[in-house]
């Protein structure tokens, strides 16, 4: 072999192994956005398999792991979109990193789940559908199971359009639209679906307004004040003992219905004991937290850090505990139907159930949830943490004024609607305070129509989104499961 030989046949090598590279560089590249789903699936299908070793024995197997990988779709889908709500504003402030917020919602929605949710669903998502209009268990069964997989279809299109929408909202359009298919217009509780929709306007607007207020008040208060620390020394631990006492007074409505039924009166008894106990440890606290701190805005604003964090710890507790039945009430419904072949307005969870939605929360907002955290969180307005803490505060005031009015409320709706409500504030006193100062200005000096207008504080293609996807999310959920329910019908 001659020395001329030897390089060029190395050369040829190179260039092969290097082209060898680029494909598995490519591979790779185009194989990266398949993990998540990947993982995704193959939950789903242990959540079938555990039920069809868990439900052994029993006709109708098949229908309970349908149904089961269908229940740990729907979880994975509420962990990506719902979670989003109570852990983005911390993350739009700064006060929590992305992987913190994922470690403590994770947790924190579980434990809710698995520890204080309700052990007992009600099967027609809260009298929407009459049971006794259904014909009989089978056509339940097959309802079910649509509005199962359409509410979940329905939130998946929602994050991945980037769109927070109620879970609630999606299985209450999917049990309406699956009862209308199996049994006509009459089947509906119209009065029930009213409140519904009067919800979607109360529960954005009740948010929006309570955390403008509570934001007015830091401003009034604290922020425009000579001596801003004196101030937050006074302040500071008068509005963490408002957290705490609405936090108390939200869980024990909320929270714990498994292990106690406490009714509104109590629950605000305890959520004032709560409150001053929680002001008593706090004055201490923040004078020494204070103490060094410049007098500026700035420096104020590490006060409401912690608060913030476990307010958003708590509001994952209690969402896990109210909001995983919406993964796990049609499932259970199906199961205890394809058990007893009958069904009823109100159906014990198994724990298997319950676990299949707390860990399917945790999944989805493991895998899917980042998207919806920043969108929540940093791009409909900026978020700093007192800003943050109005929109936490406002979510627990919101629910115990809901509970009390007697009101269907959506968190989503009110932890989003905060999130405007503090935006729009900002943006009329932003306003205000340019006004005044126009008037010792010169014409030429004052802000140009165009200038104001690129200078607005919300987004205004965030909102639209928002608010278009709130509005047709129940009737979008009621077709997409009436068409399901009829195709299901027509093949079995």
């Not at 631990?237 to 869980?251: C, D, N, S």
């Amino acid at each position: 072999m001659s020395d001329t030989q030897t390089p060029k046949q190395w050369k040829t090598l190179d260039k092969d192994l290097k082209r060898i590279s680029r494909v598995e560089q490519a591979t790779a590249y185009v194989a990266r956005p398949l993990i998540t789903p990947g993982i995704a699936l193959a939950f789903m299908v242990l959540a079938g398999i555990a039920a069809s070793v868990l439900f052994g024995g029993v006709n109708g197997n098949l229908i309970v792991v349908a149904a089961a990988v269908f229940g740990a779709y729907m979880a994975i889908n509420i962990g990506a979109n719902d979670v989003a709500n109570n852990m983005g504003p911390a993350v739009g402030a700064n006060a929590l990193t992305m992987g913190g917020a994922i470690a403590i919602a994770a947790v924190a929605e579980s434990a809710g789940a698995l520890l204080a949710g309700g052990d007992v669903v009600s099967t027609i998502s809260k009298g929407i559908i009459d049971p006794t209009s259904v014909a009989n268990a089978e056509v339940f069964i097959w309802a079910m199971m649509a509005a199962l997989i359409s509410s979940a279809l329905w939130v998946n299109l929602a994050t991945w359009v980037g769109a927070p929408v109620s879970t609630t909202h999606s299985v209450v359009g999917g049990v309406m639209g699956a009862g209308i298919a199996a049994a006509g217009l009459s089947a509906v509780d119209w009065g029930t679906m009213g409140k519904i929709a009067a919800s979607w306007v109360i529960s954005p607007v009740l948010g929006g307004v309570i955390a403008a207020g509570f934001l007015a008040l830091i401003k009034a208060k604290i922020i425009y004040v000579e001596d801003k620390i004196a101030a937050s020394r006074r302040w500071v631990p008068i509005l963490v003992a408002i957290m705490a006492g609405a936090f108390a007074t939200y869980l024990a409505i909320k929270g714990f219905k498994r292990i106690i039924k406490i009714d509104l009166q109590v629950a605000l008894a305890i959520g004032l004991a709560a409150g001053v106990a929680v002001w008593a440890v706090t004055v201490p606290l923040i004078r020494k937290q204070s103490e060094g701190l410049e007098n500026r805005t700035k420096s104020i604003k590490t006060l409401f850090g912690l608060p913030l964090v476990i307010s958003a710890g708590l509001l994952s507790f209690a969402h896990g505990a109210n909001d995983v039945a919406n993964a796990v009430g049609p499932l259970a419904a199906i199961v205890h139907a394809t058990e007893f072949g009958d069904f009823a307005a109100k159906v014990s969870i198994p724990s298997w159930v319950m676990i299949i939605g707390a860990f399917g929360i945790s999944f989805g907002l493991f895998l899917f949830g980042p998207k919806l955290i920043r969108m929540v969180g940093s791009q409909i307005t900026k978020l700093n943490p007192m800003r943050a803490y109005c929109v936490a505060l406002s979510a627990a005031i919101t629910v115990i004024v809901a509970s009390w009015l007697g009101l269907p409320v959506s968190s989503t709706h009110i932890a989003v609607g905060g999130v405007f409500g503090v935006g729009f504030f900002r943006e009329w006193h932003s306003d205000r305070r340019r006004r005044n100062s126009n008037k010792h200005r010169p014409p030429e000096k004052r802000l140009a129509p165009e200038e104001r207008q690129r200078r607005k504080l919300v987004r205004r293609s965030h909102f639209m989104t928002v608010i278009a996807a709130w509005v047709i999310t129940v009737p979008a959920a009621a077709i997409m499961s009436g068409l399901i329910f009829l195709l299901l019908n027509a093949i079995v």
